[in-house]
């Protein structure tokens, strides 16, 4: 058994909710408490976007880096990328992660999942505050103005947005869902942690699932995502397939700059 290995500890059901149920408390809390907070100071559109939505996913950054030198592991790139499971991608791995992002929007919207959804798209789980379901809106509407930023070949928002997603929004929930809790919970779950993995994912995103047909159309997907990442034992995937799947919104904002 690798140094690595030896250092890690398995994470059963109790401690997999705790930890993946913390992250959703603070995002919840940031959303519908702190995100109206400074829509009611003022706050520019921009600065409620980084620090309410960025704000929590930073934390997630933080906390995988946290959690992974108190685990005892050196300050290396070797140390950490066998530790987060950043290691070269097999040509297999390669090819799931590609069936991933293209599979993605099919497997979602398969008849059957299509059906549930559908069905349960009345079931109203809880009223989110208004403030927080017209700044949602807003980031969708298109145009040439997104966050109160003009778009018009604006090459450096669409860089920065880039980067806010891949650094914030990615790398925190990759590192800390696959690369720091997945290999804990495979030693509780053993071949099954994928499911633990993958169901308590779409259930961080208890945030935006004021209707019931929310979780069931994210499942699949997540499913399938934590499946491949425990298949190949790598992060990789996780990190790609989850990148792809966010892109709605910097091509919204390259379609502004191009406009």
Same mark, same amino acid.
């Given at each position: 058994?690798?140094? $690595?290995?030896?250092?890690? &500890?398995?994470?059963?059901?109790?401690?997999?909710?705790? @930890? @993946?149920?913390?992250?959703?408390?603070?995002?919840?809390?940031?959303?519908?408490?702190?995100?109206?907070?400074?829509?009611?100071?003022?706050?520019?559109? +921009?600065?409620? =976007?980084?620090?309410?939505?960025?704000?929590?996913?930073?934390?997630?950054?933080?906390? *995988?880096?946290?959690?992974?030198?108190?685990?005892?592991?050196?300050? $290396?790139?070797? %140390?950490?990328?066998?530790?987060?499971?950043?290691?070269? !991608?097999?040509?297999?791995?390669?090819?799931?992660? %590609?069936?991933?992002?293209?599979?993605?929007?099919?497997?979602?919207?398969?008849?059957?999942?299509?059906? *549930? *959804?559908?069905?349960?798209? /009345?079931?109203?789980?809880?009223?989110?505050? &208004? *403030?927080?379901?017209? @700044?949602?809106?807003?980031?969708?509407?298109?145009?040439?103005?997104? #966050?109160?930023?003009?778009?018009?070949?604006?090459?450096? =928002? !669409?860089?920065?947005? #880039?980067? +806010?997603?891949?650094?914030?929004?990615?790398?925190?929930?990759?590192?800390?869902?696959?690369?720091?809790?997945?290999?804990?919970?495979?030693?509780?779950? /053993?071949?099954? %942690?994928?499911?633990?993995?993958?169901?308590?994912?779409?259930? +961080?995103?208890?945030?935006?699932?004021?209707?019931?047909?929310?979780?069931?159309?994210? #499942?699949?997907?997540?499913? =399938?995502?934590? @499946?491949?990442?425990? &298949?190949?034992?790598?992060?990789?995937? /996780?990190?790609?397939?989850?990148?792809?799947?966010?892109?709605?919104?910097? #091509?919204?904002?390259? &379609? /502004?700059?191009?406009?």
């Amino acid at each position: 058994m690798s140094d $690595t290995a030896a250092r890690i &500890k398995p994470l059963g059901l109790i401690g997999s909710v705790v @930890f @993946f149920g913390v992250p959703s408390l603070v995002v919840t809390l940031s959303l519908f408490v702190f995100l109206p907070w400074l829509v009611r100071q003022g706050a520019s559109q +921009f600065i409620t =976007f980084t620090l309410a939505f960025g704000g929590p996913l930073a934390l997630m950054l933080v906390a *995988a880096l946290v959690a992974y030198r108190l685990e005892g592991h050196p300050w $290396t790139w070797p %140390a950490f990328r066998d530790r987060m499971r950043l290691g070269r !991608l097999s040509g297999r791995g390669w090819l799931l992660t %590609a069936l991933l992002c293209v599979l993605a929007a099919p497997i979602a919207g398969a008849p059957l999942i299509s059906a *549930a *959804a559908d069905l349960l798209s /009345g079931v109203h789980i809880y009223s989110p505050p &208004k *403030a927080v379901t017209d @700044f949602m809106g807003s980031l969708v509407s298109g145009g040439n103005v997104f #966050l109160g930023i003009p778009l018009h070949d604006n090459w450096g =928002f !669409l860089l920065y947005y #880039l980067v +806010f997603l891949f650094v914030c929004n990615i790398l925190g929930e990759e590192l800390w869902w696959r690369g720091y809790i997945l290999p804990r919970q495979e030693l509780a779950f /053993g071949r099954h %942690a994928w499911i633990a993995n993958g169901v308590l994912w779409v259930l +961080f995103h208890a945030f935006y699932h004021w209707t019931l047909n929310r979780p069931v159309e994210m #499942l699949p997907d997540a499913l =399938f995502l934590a @499946f491949v990442c425990q &298949k190949e034992r790598s992060t990789w995937p /996780g990190i790609i397939g989850h990148f792809i799947e966010n892109l709605g919104i910097p #091509l919204l904002i390259l &379609k /502004g700059i191009l406009s």
